[in-house]
């Protein structure tokens, strides 16, 4: 079955970034002059999906109105004769076919992604962490779509990190496929050293068949009573469903840190025309001794 619906997840409180996620969610953080979650729903429409759920929580409206008309905004942009601002606003908008539903408790990222099963149905899907901004020639949700494919079953997104740095994330025991293709053996979530199954550790890009939806259900609430993803995954693999992982190409940036949010905004804007030869030359200019 053809993969054409996303879902994002967008309902978590931003603390890295108090006080300024106080009052905007941090997926509204600018990329230049970009919100974040602006450049995951690119990388989505650009993969060929046209259905994008985003998973809010309160507080959350602004990502809503980011992709939603503003007739006000455009009138006034049409008639202070700024028409390719006006051409930009009107294309985010048309960017997709947009539904959003909200967390109610904050319960895990499991629980999150439960809240999109009304709208995605018996479907594969798409799942983003948008915290994470990959930049690549071929959209990485796309390089996971096309070991759907090929192979069929879920895909999750890995990355080789050294050994000191997989305690942060989910990491697979993997067997061979392709080039960078595994059959996922097992799956664990922030594992100490010692224990690491490997140095492939899971990045915020999935693509998840419905036999997800009752294991999600089923799936035990760990630290702090959350339901984690990896574990619905753990048992996606005890259960005999297959699980791939793909070591896509490209750039990953954490821009839920503000290091990361701060390293993709200059690698994003030195790739532009009207911005990287100018931040080029500053950059120059700084006496970093």
Same mark, same amino acid.
């Given at each position: 079955m053809t993969v054409r619906k996303a879902v994002i997840l967008a309902a978590g409180h931003g603390t890295?970034?108090? !006080? %300024?996620? *106080?009052?905007? !969610? *941090?997926?509204?953080? =600018? #990329?230049?002059?970009? =919100?974040? /979650?602006?450049? &995951?729903?690119?990388? %989505?429409?650009?993969a060929g999906l046209t259905q994008i759920t985003i998973v809010t929580a309160q507080s959350k409206r602004a990502v809503e109105d980011h992709f939603? @008309?503003?007739p006000d905004l455009e009138e006034a942009l049409a008639s202070g004769g700024k028409e390719a601002e006006l051409r930009e606003v009107q294309r985010v908008t048309n960017l997709a076919e947009f539904a959003f539903v909200r967390q109610k408790e904050r319960k895990g990222i499991a629980d999150a992604v439960l809240q999109a099963r009304q709208v995605i149905g018996a479907e594969p899907f798409a799942l983003f962490f948008p915290? $994470? &901004? /990959?930049?690549? $020639? &071929? !959209?990485? /949700? @796309?390089? #996971?779509v096309d070991v759907y494919e090929s192979h069929g079953g879920s895909v999750v997104a890995v990355q080789q990190l050294p050994r000191e740095e997989v305690v942060h994330y989910g990491v697979i025991r993997p067997e061979p496929v392709e080039e960078r293709v595994y059959r996922v053996r097992a799956i664990v979530e922030k594992p100490a050293v010692a224990d690491a199954p490997s140095d492939l550790t899971t990045v915020g890009r999935f693509i998840l068949t419905p036999e997800i939806w009752p294991l999600i259900e089923r799936t035990p609430p760990g630290l702090k009573g959350e339901v984690q993803l990896t574990d619905s995954l753990a048992l996606l693999i005890e259960s005999g469903e297959p699980l791939f992982a793909c070591q896509f190409r490209g750039e990953r940036f954490d821009t839920g840190r503000p290091l990361g949010l701060l390293e993709a905004s200059i690698a994003l804007a030195l790739r532009r025309e009207d911005t990287g030869p100018e931040l080029k030359r500053y950059l120059k200019s700084l006496s970093l001794g």
């Open positions: 890295r970034f108090l !006080p %300024a996620t *106080k009052a905007v !969610p *941090k997926e509204m953080l =600018p #990329l230049v002059d970009q =919100p974040v /979650i602006q450049h &995951v729903v690119e990388e %989505a429409v650009s939603d @008309r503003n915290d $994470d &901004v /990959i930049v690549s $020639d &071929v !959209p990485a /949700i @796309r390089q #996971l």
